[in-house]
């Protein structure tokens, strides 16, 4: 069922409250009633499918009943997701019952499983608002910006555009674009810090002045302050001393972001709402198209930014994300503007933000696009950022997590969703570790006897096929809904992700440090990328694959020894893992490989408008 939910979804859903064809849920009951009696035999498939089935179709129509912005294959799915943490629970529960394990061993596995219970529910909650975009029908929160009027609200916006040793001419290019916003109640404010190099700021300088001339009043003003600690977060707070005293609300562009005519236009009037305190607009990138290497990472990008995010705005836990967004300049500063100790000072504020009791909101529509990091290397360092950051938040503001007696309140599931969030990195680290030391230990037991050889029930080579099948068809579907229908883009961007994998985990770890992190800008330049240096900056990655490889050929000799179908499963496990790490040296060469054929520079300024799609 959990297959045929997925294609039901894909084939209804076109986008947010946007859905193709009405209920057909008696076709796709049919189909799961077929392929499971096809799996276990037709009679004795059908009397043992018959009661979860009734269950299934009871559990449905509750939540459909109960959570009437879901849609017809949402409700379907939800009540799978949920139906199957508890039936793979319990089915867990008696393996472990059943492979004899010494008592001990078996208590402290039985007493893990059900802890893990807790955060596996906590997960599915978060895919409920991750998913909204493929299982609602009715949004309680605006998903698309208006068509702005005349009349409406029009305060003043001090646009805040830091930069550090950027090419000038894309700098340039961004403050042109600035320019030309239809919108007529405005300030650019241009920081360059700490830039040593004069021929990289001086450019701005002279540029600040000819917009001004061409204007016929003063709209940019540029400053170079050096020396300036804080890195991004720095600039920014230097900046709110010195902006307008009049500008009502605070914008954030970084420096390679060209953005779209209609950027303040269509979202400053969300701010007539005094409860909104941020405007966020995704991440979206331009130049990437001729670059395997860059396609592989705007496609890895896109789900997250076109899907996740929005799905969680409508649950209360948007957030920033550093650029292309807006915020009120009298809350933002009376939370203490911008923390210079997190490497995600973007998101961060807006977790003080909603607890000073306001709201934000994430708009799905592109209103600007930047460039992605030209290296491999440079890649992994905006990723380490992005996870190592969130993991720092937690840190430092945990107390406002605490449940609503203990802590204010926050809108919706923000609490949950922004623990979850923090914690992912880490979560994935302990699963991991924990399975390789559960597998050493059953192993190492069976091969002296302590245990004998496990049995796996052979219905695991049907229900297999099923899991991937229903992943692939989520997965495609979710591109899909951020432009992408070419499958093989969708698996470049599933390399992408991938090959991420180490640098995610060595952040999560790295962000529970008392010390400082040193922030790390994203160069667009990408120079000094040689092919010893990329495979250099996988080393970490390169190793785990191979060690992975190593101990899948090694679970395949002793198959025989330690039960043949977990011996073959078990390799299978360590097998993907180590191909995990191992996309990594391949993304570092397909790096070299796209900037020695001179593709993926930042060369082409005249770049086509920006589209809202």
């Excluded at 276990?40 to 498939?45: I, L, P, Q, R």
């Excluded at 698996?491 to 529970?512: D, M, T």
Aim: proline share 6%; net charge positive; hydrophobic share 50%.
């Amino acid at each position: 069922m959990a297959l045929v939910a997925s294609v039901w979804i894909s084939r209804n859903v076109a986008g947010p409250a946007r859905s193709r064809v009405p209920f057909s849920g008696a076709v796709d009951l049919l189909a799961a009633s077929v392929i499971t009696f096809l799996a276990t035999g037709w009679m004795a498939g059908f009397r043992a499918s018959l009661p979860p089935l009734l269950a299934f179709l009871a559990l449905s129509v509750l939540v459909r009943l109960t959570a009437r912005n879901l849609s017809a294959p949402g409700s379907a799915w939800l009540t799978i997701d949920f139906a199957g943490v508890l039936i793979g629970w319990l089915w867990s529960c008696l393996f472990i019952r059943e492979t004899a394990l010494p008592p001990a061993l078996e208590a402290l596995a039985l007493v893990s499983l059900t802890l893990g219970l807790v955060f596996i529910v906590a997960r599915c909650l978060e895919r409920v608002a991750r998913e909204a975009l493929l299982t609602h029908r009715r949004w309680r929160e605006p998903n698309e910006a208006p068509e702005a009027g005349p009349g409406h609200f029009r305060p003043k916006v001090s646009i805040h555009l830091p930069c550090y040793a950027e090419p000038p001419e894309v700098v340039m290019e961004t403050m042109n674009r600035l320019a030309a916003l239809d919108y007529d109640n405005f300030e650019v404010l241009v920081c360059d810090n700490n830039t040593r190099d004069e021929a990289l700021w001086r450019p701005l300088e002279r540029h600040t002045r000819e917009l001004n001339a061409r204007a016929g009043r003063e709209i940019f003003r540029f400053f170079h302050v050096s020396p300036l600690p804080g890195a991004k977060a720095g600039a920014l707070n230097y900046l709110l001393r010195h902006m307008a005293k009049d500008a009502e609300l605070v914008s954030v562009v970084d420096a390679d972001y060209y953005s779209t005519p209609d950027f303040l236009k269509r979202l400053v009037p969300f701010f007539e709402d005094p409860q909104i305190a941020y405007v966020q607009t995704p991440h979206d990138y331009r130049d990437y198209a001729d670059s395997a290497f860059l396609t592989s990472c705007y496609w890895e990008y896109m789900p997250n930014n076109k899907v996740d995010m929005v799905g969680v705005h409508e649950y209360g836990g948007a957030f920033t994300i550093g650029t292309m967004c807006l915020l009120r300049t009298r809350v933002l500063k009376c939370v203490g503007g911008w923390a210079e100790w997190c490497l995600t000072e973007d998101s961060e504020v807006s977790v003080r933000l909603r607890a000073a009791g306001y709201r934000g909101i994430y708009i799905g529509e592109t209103f600007g696009r930047g460039l992605i990091p030209a290296t491999y290397s440079d890649y992994k360092k905006q990723r380490f950022r992005w996870t190592a950051g969130p993991v720092q938040q937690l840190v430092r503001h945990w107390r406002l997590f605490l449940p609503t007696p203990w802590a204010r309140p926050m809108p919706g599931w923000t609490k949950l969703l922004e623990v979850l969030r923090c914690i992912a990195p880490l979560q994935n680290l302990a699963a991991l570790l924990s399975g390789l030391i559960v597998l050493g230990i059953v192993s190492a037991a069976t091969l002296l006897g302590a245990l004998r050889p496990i049995a796996v029930p052979d219905i695991v080579w049907t229900v297999m096929p099923l899991a991937i099948a229903t992943q692939l068809v989520r997965v495609w579907q979710r591109y899909r809904l951020t432009g992408c229908d070419r499958i093989g883009a969708m698996i470049r961007g599933e390399i992408a992700r991938a090959s991420l994998s180490y640098v995610v985990l060595a952040a999560g770890l790295a962000g529970l440090s008392s010390k400082p992190l040193a922030w790390r800008r994203t160069p667009k330049f990408g120079e000094g990328d040689s092919l010893k240096a990329a495979l250099a900056s996988v080393r970490g990655e390169t190793v785990l694959g191979a060690a992975g490889l190593a101990l899948a050929g090694a679970m395949l000799v002793l198959h025989g020894r330690i039960g043949d179908t977990f011996g073959m499963l078990a390799a299978l496990g360590l097998a993907l893992i180590a191909l995990r790490f191992l996309c990594a040296p391949y993304m570092a060469w397909l790096s070299f490989r796209d900037r020695r054929a001179g593709t993926g520079l930042v060369q082409d300024l005249t770049i086509p408008a920006v589209s809202r799609a």
